[in-house]
């Protein structure tokens, strides 16, 4: 099989990078996918079976998604018909169609291999059916995006959705075990400085492969330790979409984290969204959310302390305003948790949903005229600052409503505690009340 430099017109002379010498030439080479290639994996069970599905390749960068469909071609017997979405348009596929159908008549299959399959538009997407259904070809595409938002329904249908996983730091070494094999000697880096690149790698082996070319590059009397190596490379970005999955992953792990009382981890994924470039003012308006659902009247402060840290952001800027929202971070993490009043709020709305226009009772209703004094409003009214306690136990629903709902239920926890057993000695005496009346 061609590599990638022998398929762009390039001599098998010709110099060329080392991720590129070091591609795998078999599947069994492929590093960090074990969970797909291996024992019960997927792909494992296609090639046992000797049939080979349509998929989706989803993974970050540098993890092996264009090699792995090149090899599973090979390894299928396949013609190999690589695209990219986003060099190709219509006019391509259709050619890369023609093709395939050409190949099927001579007896050839087909594999289509679709780079960044998620950039065509819906109506490109759709035009895959066809052909995927009819089997002229098995599509392979790779996305770095999350196929559930970024591919039509009717295709994911037709393919499994496979995902590959960033490279741990098993995989990482192994790759610089190969590189070091290559090159035929070691790294001039110590264990500092090999810890430095797993880090940098970020998961992504293509990257760290061509860090480790350029340290290879390194001529010092002695090995280069992490904090020489910092110097000496640049460290790209963390990979961040705003507006994209990784976006969501992240402020799903800071809410969860805040949910579930760690303050350490709150504070972890705080700092990464901020590193990626994550807008401030997101973040404030995310924690003022958390202290309403998560928190509520177990700590009422929470709120008042987010609202405070988010004006706080919006009169200092970065970076001084961004200890503020960490310290609302931790304020929120560390306080007694309960969603309460999220509950009661939700099902207040739904059984506002479900009773419509009903009146409120006649009593609680103000009488500023004589006609609707005459229609019995305010008619039985107590005041409750007039009551001993200071709670009449009046009923406030409407008439009609024969159940009378609880909706906010405190937890036992925080400033809520006491609100609880206040709470259940007024509805007793409600529930006495009207049962009196009966």
Not at 297 to 306: F, V
């Amino acid at each position: 099989m061609s590599t990638l430099f022998e398929s762009a017109g390039l001599e098998a002379e010709a110099p060329r990078p080392l991720a590129d010498r070091l591609r795998p030439r078999t599947l069994d080479e492929v590093v960090g996918q074990d969970h797909l290639l291996k024992g019960d994996g997927p792909i494992a069970r296609m090639r046992a079976q000797g049939r080979l599905a349509s998929l989706i390749l989803w993974g970050p960068p540098g993890v092996g998604k264009t090699t792995t469909a090149r090899l599973l071609a090979e390894d299928s017997g396949l013609e190999f018909e690589p695209l990219s979405a986003v060099f190709s348009g219509v006019a391509d596929l259709k050619k890369a169609f023609e093709r395939a159908r050409a190949r099927r008549q001579s007896g050839r299959g087909t594999l289509l291999f679709v780079d960044e399959i998620h950039r065509f538009n819906r109506a490109q997407q759709d035009g895959f059916l066809p052909v995927v259904e009819e089997g002229v070809v098995t599509l392979v595409g790779a996305t770095t995006e999350n196929p559930s938002f970024e591919l039509n329904a009717a295709l994911l249908s037709r393919c499994q959705v496979l995902v590959l996983k960033r490279l741990d730091e098993e995989g990482l070494d192994l790759l610089m075990a190969r590189a070091e094999q290559e090159m035929d000697r070691s790294l001039p880096v110590d264990e500092s400085g090999r810890a430095a690149l797993r880090g940098m790698a970020d998961g992504d082996g293509r990257y760290l492969l061509n860090l480790v070319e350029e340290v290879f590059t390194f001529d010092f009397p002695e090995p280069v330790n992490a904090q020489r190596l910092a110097q000496l490379l640049n460290k790209r970005p963390q990979a961040y979409d705003k507006d994209r999955d990784e976006h969501y992953n992240l402020i799903s792990a800071l809410h969860k984290s805040v949910r579930g009382s760690d303050p350490d981890a709150a504070l972890y994924w705080f700092a990464r969204m901020l590193e990626g470039g994550e807008d401030p003012l997101f973040l404030a308006r995310r924690l003022v959310r958390m202290a309403s659902e998560e928190i509520g009247l177990a700590d009422p402060t929470g709120l008042m302390i987010a609202s405070e840290a988010a004006r706080t952001y919006e009169r200092l800027g970065s970076p001084e305003g961004e200890l503020a929202l960490a310290h609302a971070v931790v304020h929120l993490a560390t306080a007694p948790k309960s969603n309460a009043v999220y509950t009661a709020y939700k099902k207040a709305r739904r059984l506002a949903k479900e009773t419509g226009s009903l009146m409120p009772p006649a009593h609680i209703l103000n009488a500023p005229t004589k006609l609707m004094e005459s229609q019995g409003y305010g008619k039985g009214y107590e005041y409750d600052h007039d009551v001993e306690g200071g709670v009449s136990g009046q009923d406030y629903f409407p008439e009609e409503m024969r159940e009378r709902p609880v909706l906010y239920e405190p937890k036992d926890v925080g400033r809520e505690a006491p609100l609880r057993e206040r709470l259940a000695r007024s509805r007793a005496l409600r529930d006495q009340r009207r049962k009196s009346a009966e």
